[in-house]
């Protein structure tokens, strides 16, 4: 048996937290140093199999490095493990945000050693919802985001911490009942666990209609996405979350609920997926209008970039049901993308309240004087964010955009592809009115003598540019691989 | 061989030592001693029992008594329950110092009533083996002898009786119609009556119903879960997780033998029951869940807690009911095997809840989740230990809970139970408010002093058995779903 490179990464976090709590009395600063340690480590073995992942042609639909033991045999569930296109670019972004929220973390003053031990308890779980080839496995990682989740938020976060934490764990609870609910119609309409074995359901045994099947599923993802108008846990969520914990949210929690879309709800009822396709595209652009729409109105920084994620989630939810090949590569991309520019976003707002202690646009101002690499920093990511062409936000949207205008599958998604895109002129807006209101005008007084980032925040914001831009002039690194993995979703439909 | 009392030594030596614990009580003054001899007696009848793990299914004493592994399934489950009780009870019996002789022995005499009662396949042997277990424990739960748990003594008793009443009434019925008091019997003649006979005559469905009820008060679904919260609030802590736990399995097990041996057969009959405890079940879970969510006392919050959980389980019983018993493949023992496993695995997490409440209320002589902030920074291992066991209680991974639950809400699926199991899983997230506002508390309050939380090592060994097993079971459970499964295989009929 080869080495098990997707258990390695996944439990790595895992002896992190072991050796963390076995050490008496430990320094904040080993406890650091251990979780940067063990998240870098992650990190560089996931680029390693990113890098050594078989890019050709006769690989599509094959999943790589499996790894496949038996778990729980009454009921056919194994610790199955694997990736392919669609989770590997999903895996890496979870371990590069991994290390970046440790870095982000830093100063961490208060009860570092259970924080570092749940966010790494955090980065665990969401790799094995993304490695997971097994239903069973991919529930029970799914739910066990929850526990620290609650406890980061509710503890290490700011203003009305403990509603926002229990309001996210409800909303989430629900959603997974609804899930687990939708598992166990699969498998005994089945008797399969595997994902593998599920692609294209037919109606032939199924015991209840497939599209209620389809919708246990999707409300589960929808509410994780999220989908207008199960959004509401999220703005609370974000603006009461410690930062790194933001920028994890954000990054790669909210494209759990893509990816089970594709993974699950796409691949496992297809016809489902055509037949309800334009209800779910006019949601998207639902969400992206109202997002964008409610962002706007925003004074609270972090609050702003919370709505600005629900706007950019509606491409990603217009991506997957445009459900052409090229609009789920769109999407997909999207996913990686808005996880490093939106998680940008938050630790440039963790950056600036942290050093102005202030988060309301009304009486901040000027800051681009006193603060000038934070102020390049948050532009650039800005203008990622709005899509500015050299950004990977450029290159995910542009795809999105041209796969779901060119869709044949969905009767005419071209006017809503043109609605969906005017999504991007109020981005425009927002963005550069909340730069404007922040950085630029008159220097203010009470700001004088207010640090620029330090060396650990520089490496930090600046691993997150390096990988905006790479995206943005080459994006084939990953369409490559996504591509991949999305061929056979499109064989399913039919495209 | 008729009388074979080879097969009846894990109860008889379990008496034995609780006359020995009596009788030991009276010329020792180091108290301690009982605890070791009754862990003694406990060990000595596991061993025992262990011997007969694997036997042919044996019925004794003209088959009042049935030794099959289902039974000696149970028989572990209620003397580890019994165990840990025991163990962590060392941090409690302080409070009544002149009878801790009594109250261990009446602990093992009540385990013995369990222990048959999971066996007996008779109507008479059953009324039996349930008074011998529950009259042990009215009398513990009134042990400490002040206002509240004499109350709750008195009413466990007085409602108790009642339940007999109702029991012993149902059986008379049954008895009526078919003239037969072994389980077997009764089923067979009841297969032999025409259907007409058995439609005209509403006699038999009464006494179907009654006997739902007895033994109802046991699990305490509603509408018999009326002396939970007082009765749980009112017993020495020890003896709440004791009833909570062994008391709640036992009237399971007694539930499921009766009813799948009795009245399995016709497809109809074994249908309509499945249809009444599905009913009960989604209620019970309901009401559990819906009413622990405004209780500000912890032993009365896991009291409502624990009608929810029973809920969960009668998920087992009417998944057992509306199974088509013609097809004896592995899917047909689903609702058996689920039950069993969720059983365990309750038994653990409730377990180890109540014994971390145990030390705690010590230190703070109270029950109320408000002293119980700030616990995180007083008692970090305890607090831990208590977050666990509610996590698991929410069903939430990686524990025993939630894997329980997925098993027997997939019985529940595969049987056409969809909409059973939708309401379980939502009522998984009402609960999970109450569980997790306790862990906020304590993780996230201020603690009202900066003392530590004494507790003895014999807790913390009974602590640390049961934070593990639901560690274990929530990770990997595949040993212990055969286990359940090849339980529910060997089963007399």
């Known amino acids: ?495 | 061989m008729l009388l074979n009392l080879k097969l009846l030594l894990p109860e008889l030596s379990l008496l034995t030592f609780a006359l020995l614990i009596i009788l030991l009580d009276l010329g020792i003054k180091q108290k301690k001693v009982l605890v070791g001899v009754s862990i003694v007696g406990l060990l000595v009848s596991t061993g025992f029992a262990l011997t007969m793990w694997g036997i042919q299914p044996t019925a004794i004493f003209n088959g009042m008594l049935m030794v099959d592994q289902f039974a000696l399934f149970f028989k572990f489950l209620f003397l580890a329950a019994a165990g840990l009780v025991i163990l962590a009870s060392q941090d409690y019996v302080s409070k009544f110092p002149h009878f801790q002789g009594e109250y261990y022995a009446l602990i093992l005499i009540s385990v013995v009533g369990m222990m048959l009662l999971s066996a007996t396949g008779e109507l008479i042997s059953i009324y039996v083996a349930l008074e011998l277990s529950s009259i042990s424990l009215y009398i513990l739960a009134g042990f400490l002898k002040d206002p509240k748990s004499s109350e709750a003594g008195l009413k466990y008793l007085l409602l108790g009786a009642v339940a007999s009443a109702v029991l012993l009434y149902g059986m008379a019925l049954v008895f009526g119609i078919t003239g037969k008091t072994r389980l077997i019997e009764i089923a067979q003649t009841i297969q032999a009556m025409p259907m007409s006979n058995l439609l005209d005559n509403p006699a038999l469905l009464l006494g179907i119903i009654f006997l739902a009820a007895g033994f109802g008060f046991k699990i305490a679904t509603v509408p018999f879960q009326m002396w939970v919260p007082d009765v749980y609030e009112g017993a020495p802590t020890p003896i709440t997780a004791y009833l909570s736990v062994a008391s709640k399995a036992a009237g399971f097990a007694v539930i499921v033998r009766f009813f799948y041996t009795t009245f399995a057969f016709p497809d109809w009959l074994s249908l309509n029951w499945g249809i009444l405890f599905a009913v009960l079940s989604a209620i019970t879970m309901t009401v559990g869940n819906v009413v622990a969510i405004t209780q500000s006392n912890i032993k009365r919050m896991l009291g409502y807690s624990s009608i929810a959980q029973a809920g969960y389980l009668m998920v087992g019983l009417a998944t057992i009911g509306v199974t088509s018993k013609v097809v004896s493949t592995t899917a047909a023992f689903q609702g058996q095997s689920g039950l069993l496993f969720f059983l365990v695995s309750y038994a653990l997490t409730n377990l180890g809840a109540f014994i971390a409440i145990i030390a705690i209320s010590n230190k703070t002589n109270s029950d109320l989740i408000d002293d119980y902030s700030g616990m995180g920074k007083r008692a970090p291992l305890l607090a831990l230990a208590l977050t666990l066991c509610l996590i698991s209680l929410t069903g939430l991974p990686p524990t025993a809970g939630l894997i329980a639950k997925i098993y027997i809400f997939s019985a529940g699926v595969s049987n056409g139970l969809l909409w059973l199991v939708i309401i379980a899983v939502l009522n998984s997230c009402i609960s999970a408010y109450y569980y997790l506002r306790v862990v906020k508390v304590m993780w996230l309050g201020t603690p009202a002093s900066e003392e530590r939380v004494p507790s003895s090592w014999a807790l913390r060994v009974a602590l640390a058995i049961s934070c593990l097993g639901v560690l274990v079971l929530g990770i990997i459970p595949g040993k212990f779903v055969q286990l359940a499964e090849a339980a529910v295989r060997l089963f007399i009929l």
Request: aromatic residues 12%; glycine residues 8%.
């Open chain 1, 1 to 495: 048996m080869e080495f098990p490179y997707l258990s390695t990464i996944i439990f790595l976090p895992v002896v992190g937290i072991i050796i963390i709590a076995l050490l008496p009395n430990p320094q904040p600063k080993a406890v650091r140093c251990i979780s940067a340690g063990f998240t870098l480590t992650a990190f560089a073995l996931s680029l390693f199999v990113f890098l050594s992942f078989d890019r050709s042609a006769g690989m599509v639909g094959q999943m790589q490095f499996e790894e496949k033991l038996s778990w729980i045999p009454p009921i056919n569930a194994f610790y199955h493990l694997g990736v392919d296109g669609l989770s590997l670019p999903l895996v890496v972004l979870t371990t590069f945000l991994g290390f970046l929220a440790v870095l982000v973390s830093w100063k961490i003053a208060l009860r570092p050693r259970e924080y570092f031990i749940w966010l790494l308890l955090l980065e665990t779980s969401i790799l094995g919802v993304f490695c997971s080839l097994d239903l069973v496995l991919f529930f029970l990682f799914w739910e066990v985001e929850l526990v620290p989740m609650y406890f980061l938020i509710s503890i290490w976060g700011t203003g009305r911490k403990e509603y926002s934490a229990i309001k996210y764990v409800i909303y989430t609870l629900v959603g997974s009942a609804m899930m687990l609910t939708g598992i166990l119609t699969v498998y005994f309409t089945t008797g399969s666990l595997s994902m593998l074995e599920l692609a294209g359901l037919t109606s032939a045994k199924a015991f209840i209609p497939l599209a209620a099947m389809f919708f246990l599923l999707f409300f589960a993802f929808a509410v994780k996405l999220p989908v207008f108008p199960l959004h509401t846990w999220l703005p609370d969520a974000h603006t009461d979350a410690p930062t790194a914990v933001s920028v994890i949210l954000a990054g790669v929690l909210l494209k759990m609920g893509g990816y089970g879309m594709i993974r699950l709800c796409i691949t496992v009822f297809p016809e489902v997926a055509k037949t309800f396709a334009l209800w779910l595209v006019i949601l998207a652009i639902v969400n992206v209008l109202y997002g964008a729409a409610v962002t706007l109105r925003q004074t609270d920084l972090k609050r702003l970039i919370a709505y600005s994620s629900i706007s950019h989630m509606g491409y990603v939810l217009l991506g997957i049901f445009a459900l052409s090949q090229v609009s789920l590569v769109g999407a997909t991309l999207q996913m990686f993308s808005h996880g490093i520019i939106t998680g940008l976003l938050f630790a440039m707002v963790g950056l600036v309240y942290d050093k102005s202690h202030e988060r309301n646009l009304e009486t901040l101002g000027g800051l681009a004087r006193q603060m000038p690499v934070i102020a390049v920093v948050f532009s650039v990511a800005g203008l990622a964010a709005l899509g500015l062409p050299g950004t990977s936000g450029f290159a995910a949207e542009f795809i999105t955009f041209i796969g779901s205008f060119s869709s044949t599958i969905v009767e005419g998604i071209r006017i809503y592809t043109i609605l969906g895109v005017l999504g991007i002129v109020i981005t425009a807006g927002y963005i550069l009115w909340m730069l404007q209101r922040v950085f630029y005008g008159e220097p203010q007084e009470k700001f004088n003598g207010v640090p620029d980032a330090d060396n650990v925040e520089k490496l930090c914001i600046f691993s997150f540019v390096a990988a905006i831009m790479a995206i943005g002039l080459y994006p084939a690194i990953l369409t490559d691989v996504i591509k991949l993995g999305v061929m056979p979703v499109v064989k399913l439909i039919g495209g």
